[in-house]
């Protein structure tokens, strides 16, 4: 599974024999089966997943006990309540595979031997980071500015995997809306 995250890393940086080596040393693959929260609200976040196959949300229970889903990721990306696993601080939400799910699984004191030995590590990392402000500033106007059917219309077009992978709860948490208004634009897609 490493070849998948070495072909990404690859495709903007030059990966030499001890980036190369440094990945398979730090990190490891695991399967995970659907519905298993590998992270634990309350508790600091051990590892930074990258996906391989499958999906994974981030959550938390709001005031009324509902669950409260802060983001979807697919293939091939990072995952984790990255501030926290970043500090090791305890982190309010869970990590979840909505799907099994194909990971490569990074440990903090791991992390921060990739950082500090591969300067390609960090740079890639930095990319990433610089790559995930931008989604989530873009994210947080689109919940500001955009309606309901502007924002599941955009997911759509931009993200239609997860449309087709997720449960349409989690996708109406995601998208700021009740299940039941995701069904009636739904709907009225298809009409």
């Given amino acids: 599974m490493h070849h998948y995250l070495l072909k990404e890393i690859a495709e903007r940086e ?3 024999d ?5 990945c398979m040393k730090c990190s490891e693959s695991v399967s995970v089966l659907k519905n298993t929260i590998l992270e634990e609200a309350g508790k600091i976040p051990q590892y930074l997943y990258y996906i391989v196959s499958g999906f994974m949300r981030l959550f938390y229970y709001d005031e009324n006990g509902d669950e409260a889903t802060m983001h979807i990721n697919c293939p091939h990306g990072f995952f984790t309540a990255f501030s926290h696993f970043s500090n090791q601080s305890i982190s309010p939400v869970n990590v979840e595979c909505i799907t099994d799910c194909e990971l490569l699984r990074i440990s903090k004191p791991n992390y921060d031997i ?24 873009n994210r947080s106007k ?14 759509m077009e931009t993200h239609p995997e997860i449309i087709q992978n997720v449960p349409l709860q989690y ?6 809306m009740k299940p039941e208004s995701l069904s ?8």
């Fill in 171 to 176: 996708i109406a948490s995601f998208l700021g």
């Fill in 184 to 191: 009636r634009i739904r709907r009225n897609l298809i009409t």
């Fill in 14 to 16: 030059h990966l030499s």
């Fill in 114 to 137: 990739l950082m500090k030995e591969s300067v390609v590590w960090k740079d890639y990392s930095l990319f990433v980071l610089q790559e995930s402000m931008t989604y989530h500033e």
């Fill in 142 to 155: 689109d919940l500001a500015t955009l309606t309901a059917d502007q924002r599941y219309r955009k997911l």
């Fill in 18 to 22: 001890l980036d190369t080596e440094l």
